[in-house]
């Protein structure tokens, strides 16, 4: 609150903060579950329940399971993320909950952040791709993530593989890469992940 307080002598207008992989939250239990929960309530009703309100706009990102634990757990943060009238995927944009899994395919998503990474990969190395090339690779390998059991976690092995992929082209040469190298490069990528989190990876 201290932060969100100092913006406006920052020259900004606002803050966008994400709380990512909330589920890890819930490894507290009793007094303490209760405070965490408590202070989410807290973080919600900020922007309008001050004088003035917080020019705070926060974005909770977890599995679905989540939701059930919260309404067991503490039903006036329930209350605050229920969703009233049509859901986000029935064209209700100020819905609070937004189902990815509703909203585009695996294999959509995932090309849509491989085109972006291009983007990112120029502006970080120097580098000017063939963004055309790096599109076709981009989607096939999307389409090679796609055709396995997506999770969060699984998104995150996409990043890591087609960022892999975009430095080796900087350092050597651009090419088109085969769909059996690319699902062999993500399965590498996998096996990496799992040696390094041998409890936080699913296949």
């Not at 890890?24 to 303490?32: E, N, P, V």
């Not at 609070?96 to 983007?119: D, F, R, S």
């Not at 076709?136 to 699984?154: C, I, M, P, S, Y």
Request: hydrophobic share 45%; charged share 25%.
């Amino acid at each position: 609150m201290s932060m969100v307080k100092f913006l406006p002598e920052a020259g900004v207008h606002g803050l966008v903060l994400l709380m990512d992989e909330v589920e890890t939250l819930f490894t507290a239990k009793g007094k303490a579950l209760l405070r965490i929960l408590a202070a989410m309530r807290v973080f919600l009703d900020s922007p309008a329940g001050v004088p003035s309100g917080v020019p705070l706009f926060g974005l909770f990102s977890a599995v679905p399971e989540v939701i059930d634990e919260i309404d067991k757990k503490y039903g006036a943060l329930a209350g605050r993320i229920a969703v009233r009238g049509a859901p986000f995927d029935a064209g209700n944009d100020l819905a609070v909950q937004l189902p990815l899994e509703n909203v585009e395919t695996q294999e959509t998503l995932l090309t849509a952040i491989g085109h972006k990474l291009i983007t990112v990969g120029e502006s970080a190395t120097g580098c000017s791709f063939d963004k055309e090339l790096q599109r076709r690779n981009a989607q096939q390998l999307a389409k090679v993530a796609a055709e396995r059991d997506l999770d969060v976690g699984a998104r995150r092995m996409f990043v890591k593989t087609w960022v892999g992929l975009l430095d080796e082209q900087v350092r050597y040469r651009e090419r088109e890469f085969r769909p059996d190298e690319l699902a062999s490069r993500y399965q590498g990528t996998f096996e990496s992940l799992r040696e390094q989190e041998p409890e936080g990876v699913e296949p």
